[in-house]
Antibody, heavy 115, light 113 residues
Framework: EVQLVESGGGLVQPGGSLRLSCIAS????????MSWVRQAPGRGLEWVAN????????YYVDSVKGRFTISRDNAKNSLYLQMNTLRAEDTAVYYC????????WGQGTQVTVSS | DVVMTQSPLSLPVTLGQPASISCRSN???????????LNWFQQRPGQSPRRLIY???NRDSGVPDRFSGSGSGTDFTLKISRVEAEDVGFYYC??????????FGQGTKVEIK
């Protein structure tokens, strides 16, 4: 069974940083692209970033370019999202998802940016 | 960026009756490999999203056959043949043809009348 477990969310002040993690199991992690998708309170889904199997291709939504960094450690079956210079509008539940086409999702981790 | 437009945004349905959600893109979603990367997701209240349909009409494992996807080019439809109580929630289409970015529709709220 595919499992994706996110962690690392929390309350942070504007301008602060957080590092999200996603541990994957139940599939061959290094065979898949991996993605981060977020959902602001009461809003729809927004794709944030994704990363190719070996990390050689990486893409970001414009609003996070230069502030967020996606990475992965295939030896640890883990996906990361380093979030710097956080803004109030980054407040959302952040989901880890398998593949470019988001075939499986984690339970999400809440990120709140507020003073 | 490709804009995905869903309608309606709210869909009250009667149990056992059919339901249909439309998703339109502002450019064709046919990729150079001939595939059309249009997916549908369900998000039940308080839950994570779950993919129902990939590449227009392919049901994911475990998805009931009352869910079906159709369409081509810029116009797509998700149909529920007979709505059940567990189908309440939001439904999103997403395109993965013209990327980045991968883009979602605004979401359609399905509720029971």
């Amino acid at each position: 069974e595919v499992q994706l477990v996110e962690s690392g969310g929390g309350l942070v002040q504007p301008g602060g940083s957080l590092r999200l993690s996603c541990i994957a199991s139940g599939f061959t992690f290094n065979n898949y692209w991996m993605s981060w998708v977020r959902q602001a309170p009461g809003r729809g889904l927004e794709w944030v970033a994704n990363i190719q199997q070996d990390g050689s291709e990486i893409y970001y939504v414009d609003s996070v370019k230069g502030r967020f960094t996606i990475s992965r450690d295939n030896a640890k079956n883990s996906l990361y999202l380093q979030m710097n210079t956080l803004r109030a509008e980054d407040t959302a539940v952040y989901y880890c998802a398998r593949g470019q086409w988001l075939g499986n999702w984690g339970q999400g981790t809440q990120v709140t940016v507020s003073s | 960026d490709v804009v995905m437009t869903q309608s309606p945004l709210s869909l009250p349905v009667t149990l056992g009756q059919p339901a249909s959600i439309s998703c339109r893109s502002n450019q064709s979603l046919v990729y150079s490999d001939g595939n059309t990367y249009l997916n549908w997701f369900q998000q039940r209240p308080g839950q994570s999203p779950r993919r129902l349909i990939y590449k227009v009409s392919n049901r994911d494992s475990g998805v009931p056959d009352r869910f079906s996807g159709s369409g081509s080019g810029t116009d797509f439809t998700l149909k529920i043949s007979r709505v059940e109580a567990e189908d309440v929630g939001f439904y999103y289409c997403m395109q993965g043809t013209h990327w980045p970015p991968w883009t979602f529709g605004q979401g359609t709220k399905v509720e029971i009348k």
